[in-house]
């Protein structure tokens, strides 16, 4: 099929790639490929697209492990869904968790989840832990209560998880052939606990094994990492095989406030077969192209506007080259962080409130 045959069904047009026909779906997937020509121009490369999956029902990619994941803990028949979370993976959580009935939980960092994230959990009924801790200490404990056959963990340790987000490559590689008949020659993506890092590659991987794709015709992953939480820019630059734990992680980018990246040991081999490679960015850059995508309409919070930034600073030291074409992944929407929104935007200006008096503060004539 090809990408005009889109039924509404998202995901699960791609159930030949999943473990079911259908999920807990609400619908996901199916999110728009932008062209960004400015951005394309500005930046320097043959061709720039952004596949925006801030789209989906809940606002990020992790409804698409979610429609599968939470399908897989239904059938199961467990009792109460649990995940540590930044806050989408526990926004998509509560979300699919309540369309199936099911309790959950959510396990949150204290104070560095951002509040749109928080208020999604909140509403769609998830029990929320304030967890005086980070990420990777929330993800401990609930890898514990999942081991004493407490909760049924819904992070990306979970594969079921993966074999939903798997279907972002396969819509990236059918809109793009269809769009501009071509696959795309690399895929840049935010990276956190590395768990969509490794549902690409694994996408890629069954492709080449099916021979619809040729080996060569893998796009490099590349994937970017705030400076203040880069453990697997680090395991790149140093060859090893795993991620060394960062205690102490700090960035505006709060999705991606992560030390020790669970999935580094699938997510690492993906970047080095294809030949893609891994590089930080800071807070600075990250807000700059946030506003740059947001002045081409482009909404998305601090974390996916990782993978312009990352580009960005790649094709100035030229390991991105003039000839590539590119999909820069966008992983959650502008309103999941309406604060780092505002502080990135124009500033309210106070008017009086009548026409004559904003007309004169207009200075119109
Ligand atoms: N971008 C956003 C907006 C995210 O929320 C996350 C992860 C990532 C990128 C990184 O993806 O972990 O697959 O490498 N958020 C998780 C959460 C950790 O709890 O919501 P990854």
């Given at each position: 099929p090809t990408w005009e045959d889109f039924d509404g069904r998202g995901v699960w047009r791609y159930d030949a790639a999943l473990p079911f026909e259908t999920g807990v779906s609400l619908p996901e997937g199916a999110t728009p490929l932008h062209d960004v020509p400015r951005l394309e121009s500005s930046i320097g490369v043959d061709r720039l697209r952004v596949k925006h999956e801030g789209m989906n029902p809940t606002g990020s990619f992790k409804d698409r492990g979610m429609t599968v994941g939470v399908r897989v803990a239904e059938q199961m028949g467990v009792e109460r869904l649990a995940c540590a979370s930044t806050g989408n993976t526990s926004a998509a959580?509560?979300?699919?968790?309540?369309?199936?009935?099911?309790?959950?939980?959510?396990?949150?960092?204290?104070?560095?989840?951002?509040?749109?994230?928080?208020?999604?959990?909140?509403?769609?009924?998830?029990?929320?832990?304030?967890?005086?801790?980070?990420?990777?200490?929330?993800?401990?404990?609930?890898?514990?209560?999942?081991?004493?056959?407490?909760?049924?963990?819904?992070?990306?340790?979970?594969?079921?998880r993966l074999e939903g987000q798997k279907t972002i490559g396969l819509e990236i590689l059918e809109q793009f052939r269809d769009e501009e008949e071509s696959y795309?020659?690399?895929?840049?993506?935010?990276?956190?606990?590395?768990?969509?890092?490794?549902?690409?590659?694994?996408?890629?991987?069954?492709?080449?094994?099916?021979?619809?794709?040729?080996d060569a015709d893998m796009p490099k992953l590349t994937g970017v990492q705030a400076e203040g939480a880069a453990p697997m820019v680090e395991a790149i630059e140093d060859g090893r095989a795993e991620t060394r734990r960062w205690d102490s992680v700090e960035t505006s980018a709060t999705a991606i406030r992560i030390g020790n990246p669970v999935n580094a040991p699938k997510a690492l081999p993906g970047i080095r077969e294809t030949g893609g490679t891994a590089v930080a960015v800071t807070d600075g850059?990250?807000?700059?192209?946030?506003?740059?995508?947001?002045?081409?309409?482009?909404?998305?919070?601090?974390?996916?506007?990782?993978?312009?930034?990352?580009?960005?600073?790649?094709?100035?030291?030229?390991?991105?080259?003039?000839?590539?074409?590119?999909?820069?992944?966008?992983?959650?929407?502008?309103?999941?962080?309406?604060?780092?929104?505002?502080?990135?935007?124009?500033?309210?200006?106070?008017?009086?409130?009548?026409?004559?008096?904003?007309?004169?503060?207009?200075?119109?004539?």
């Open positions: 959580l509560s979300a699919y968790g309540s369309r199936a009935g099911l309790e959950t939980l959510v396990l949150l960092p204290q104070g560095k989840v951002a509040a749109g994230k928080v208020a999604q959990a909140s509403l769609h009924g998830a029990r929320i832990l304030e967890v005086d801790g980070n990420f990777d200490t929330c993800l401990d404990i609930v890898g514990d209560l999942a081991e004493r056959g407490d909760v049924y963990l819904l992070n990306s340790l979970n594969p079921f795309p020659d690399r895929i840049v993506l935010p990276v956190g606990n590395a768990g969509n890092t490794a549902a690409l590659y694994k996408c890629l991987r069954e492709l080449v094994a099916s021979s619809a794709l040729g850059e990250i807000k700059a192209a946030q506003r740059e995508l947001a002045r081409e309409g482009v909404g998305v919070e601090p974390a996916s506007a990782a993978s312009i930034a990352g580009l960005r600073s790649l094709r100035e030291e030229g390991v991105v080259t003039a000839d590539e074409q590119v999909v820069c992944l966008t992983t959650g929407h502008l309103l999941k962080d309406p604060e780092a929104a505002v502080e990135a935007g124009t500033e309210p200006e106070a008017v009086p409130g009548t026409t004559q008096g904003v007309r004169d503060y207009l200075e119109l004539k």
